[in-house]
């Protein structure tokens, strides 16, 4: 190893090594008892404590100099210091703002604040360096400059100036926090615990009667519902031995409740752990290659329909007169049963996240956009290993308190916001009414405006009502997991990407690096050259 590349290797260590006393020959790092410590025996004791981690630093520290110095690319002036500046305080902060102290603190560890310091500079010489050279070799995608107009001017180059009110149903908002105390939760928890397993009884019943066990579980008071109520075949000391006992003895298709647990009552159903399973669907399909001049019209025809689809109208008939699938159109959209693998994965993972005769959002391939229904998930079970599922309804304080107080808060909320919609069809004004009302407290003092609005920051049920309307429209009542909003659109802004792309090219070139932008250089600097060791 070279003396150059043993010297870097030392870079760390004379940090923690100190200064000698005196000025020595370039042969000796020491002088102990009379007797000199060579330099080349101590770059071997280096070697051997430091291994290679050290060495590949330096190889790649230096190709990234290297590639700077091929490409011209220079540091502003200042750059490195003010880096090395602005980590001293954040160390310095740790000692109380006291630079000084840190610096006697290292000191008396036997390292020398300025050799310290200049390992410090030249991590960050070389971090300055990688990110120009990424910003420099970055070529930005016809992909990413389109996600970087949909950011800045909305999707499709409509950006909308939007304000809103809010009437809360958040059960933690100050105006609720003393409804339905603790205190009376105990007081009546004899008649919490009889109406909760007079629940239980009412979903058992819907079960045998025959509705679908996923549905009903979508109505439990478990982080389950969700997923049909699943708890896999780990189901095992959770809700204690009553539930184990109860599910323990349930075959495969079998059903028990309720059955009470320290948390609530349970409605419980065995259901086969391995089985195959066929999605039976409904589709319109409106054709349109991808790359093909007419998709972007063939997309918004296709959300028209969908939107058509939710709002109620016969799946079937909107098929039939609007699907391109020759095969199923006829058939209301109907398609053969199909399992997992048999097709695109975007319509498998479209259909797997729906309930029976829910209807999936815009589903995009190749061939075109599909709108899709699914009609009923048939499973077919394999032997008679299982896997339980429940219901809960649950005897929690937070859980009862919120069952009990959101059809009165959800009530009382949806009348404030009609009585709030009726003054501003009045004409009233809308910054004014918001000020007042609105429980938004970020946006309220400036009259419901959310900067910068795009589809990405709120839920698509707003975003959906934003685009129905134009400029200087109000909304009616949106409703969200938030509450019920009123929106306003000030203006509506155009603007076509061709006009602003070379704009958008150089706002992406020019973003910071990322770690893994720089990570990615380096592999890429070391994948190229011929390293010898």
Known sequence: ???????????????QS??????????TVAIVNGVKLSRADFHKFLEQQLGSAYLQQFISNYLVETEAKRLDVSLAPGDVE??????????????????????????????????????????????ALCEQIVRKNRKVSEEELKAAFERTYGEGGTKQVVRHILLSTNLLAPKYKDRFS????????????????????????????GED?????????????????????????????????????????????????????????????DFDEKYQVRQILILSDAGTPGRAEAKKRAEGILERAKMGEDFAQLAREFSDDRDSKEKGGELPPFGKGEKVAAIENAVA????????????TDFGFHIIQLKDKVRTPRGDKKRIAHVLVSTQYWKVRENKLKPMVEDEARKRAEAVLQELRAGKDFNEICQKESDEVFTKATGGLLENYTRHRV????????????????????????????????????TNFEDVRQALTQQESDKPATPLEMQNLRQELERKATIEK
């Open 82 to 127: 003010n880096r090395l500046e602005q980590y001293m305080v954040n160390v310095a902060a740790r000692y109380g703002g006291d630079q000084k102290k840190f610096f006697e603190e290292i000191q008396r560890s036997g390292t020398d604040p300025e050799a310290w310091k200049e390992s410090i500079r030249t991590r960050f010489r070389i971090e």
């Open 213 to 273: 066990f996923a549905k009903v579980a979508l109505e439990s008071d478990d982080f389950t519902a969700q997923k049909g109520g699943d708890l896999g075949e780990a189901w095992q000391n959770r809700y204690g031995e009553e539930f184990d006992k109860a599910a323990g003895a349930l075959k495969v298709g079998e059903t028990t409740g309720p059955v009470k647990s320290n948390i609530g009552w349970h409605v419980i159903q065995a259901q086969p752990a």
């Open 459 to 494: 839920s698509p049920e707003f975003h959906e009502a934003i685009l129905k309307l134009k400029g200087g429209d109000i909304s009616g009542l949106i409703k969200t997991p938030h509450g019920y909003h009123i929106a306003k659109v000030d203006q509506v802004v155009q």
């Open 1 to 15: 190893m070279n003396s150059i590349t043993v010297l870097t290797l030392c870079a760390s260590l004379a940090a």
């Open 182 to 209: 603790e205190e009376e939760f105990y007081k009546t928890i004899e008649k919490v615990q009889a109406e909760a397993k007079e629940r239980a009884q009412a979903f058992l019943a819907r079960i045998q009667g």
């Open 353 to 364: 996240a729906l309930q029976k005769d829910q209807i999936a959002p815009l589903v995009e």
């Open 18 to 27: 100190g200064t000698p006393p005196k000025k020595l020959d370039s042969d």
